[in-house]
């Protein structure tokens, strides 16, 4: 059988693309906010339990090394911050391995951009505002949430309380899986599964939903503070539209010490769970050393906007050629 090399998007849909691309450029231009390439190869990758790293290993000068294709900009646009770049933007090319299906691809387009000065709540802002001019037709509120308001009224738990056998008594239960699947499983993995089964599909609709207030313990490379009922959150949001998560933001992590801290924590999660160990990226840890300014940060999946913005059906429907799947 002779292999498919058509593009996978017609050329009706990739000409749309492309001036959605530049509407995006020009929401930018018009703020002086500075467009930037950075490498997709990386000294670490991402730590995170939840994300698969890619890695390569290539001849560099000093030898064969591991590389990790970055599953998105984030570090090295942090570096740029440092090294005094103000407000910068990119459209980056990004990698996440596993991640195949109506909304994901193993290669995908990101959008991510950084406002130093910003608070989060501007930045919300900000975000919500390029998204509506990216989709002309949308005219609808834009509401906010607070994660523990949501698993109160979806679930009639609260997320910060409920006992971890609970939590995952109720994820085998709505992902209709044996209880047993889940007994080794994390308080946050369990949340993120009913938050992702249950919660998920009915945001964004009719508006732009903003979830804040996420546990503590999901900042990842974001600041931490306490909320209106003294609880330890995370000072970061999701944007979500018709149940599709376009964005996630924070108000930047610019500690290097607490940063080691939480990679250091997050690959002995990944040994606990049996995953591979991701090395850690000492030259951004360096950069926050020197000095990264007060920022806040979003990174937005940009063939997921279009895709919504063009009405199509899967994700592969707006790429030129998505990952093969033989």
């Avoid at 593009?7 to 492309?18: F, G, H, S, V």
């Avoid at 009639?156 to 044996?178: C, K, N, V, W, Y």
């Amino acid at each position: 059988m002779t292999a498919s090399w058509q593009p996978t998007a017609d050329m009706e849909t990739l000409r749309a693309r492309a001036r959605l691309i530049a509407k995006v450029r020009a929401f930018f231009v018009e703020r002086d906010v500075l467009e930037v390439e950075t490498p997709i190869l990386g000294q670490g990758g991402s730590t995170d339990v939840h994300l698969v790293s890619l890695a390569t290993l290539a001849r560099t000068g000093r030898g064969q090394r591991k590389l990790w294709l970055q599953t998105s900009p984030e570090f090295h646009m942090k570096r740029l911050l440092a090294a005094g770049s103000g407000p910068i933007f990119q459209l980056a090319k990004s990698f996440r391995d596993g991640e195949v299906g109506a909304r994901h691809n193993l290669e995908f387009t990101m959008l991510e951009w950084y406002r130093p000065g910003f608070s989060l709540a501007k930045l919300i802002d900000e975000t919500t505002t390029l998204v509506a001019n990216v989709l002309p037709s949308y005219a609808g509120p834009v509401t906010h949430y607070r994660y523990r308001e949501l698993f109160h009224t979806h679930l009639a738990i609260d997320p910060f309380t409920t006992s971890l056998e609970m939590l995952r008594s109720l994820a085998a239960e709505h992902g209709q899986m044996p209880a047993k699947s889940l007994a080794g499983e994390s308080r946050d993995t369990c949340l993120d599964l009913l938050m992702s089964m249950v919660i998920e599909p009915r945001l964004g609709q009719h508006e732009l939903s903003v979830v804040v207030d996420y546990p503590a313990s999901q900042a990842a490379l974001a600041r931490r503070h306490q909320d209106a009922d003294g609880e330890w959150v995370a000072s970061r949001f999701e944007l979500y539209l018709n149940g599709i998560e376009l964005a996630n933001g924070y108000d930047e992590l610019t500690d290097a010490e607490e940063q080691r801290l939480r990679f250091t924590e997050d690959n002995a999660e990944r040994c606990r769970l049996g995953l591979t160990e991701v090395d850690m990226d000492e030259q951004l840890l360096a950069a926050l050393e020197s000095g990264m300014p007060e920022s806040a940060g979003v990174a937005l999946g940009l063939d997921r906007l279009i895709q919504l913005a063009l009405g199509k059906a899967r994700l592969e429907d707006v790429l030129t050629f998505s990952t093969p799947n033989c």
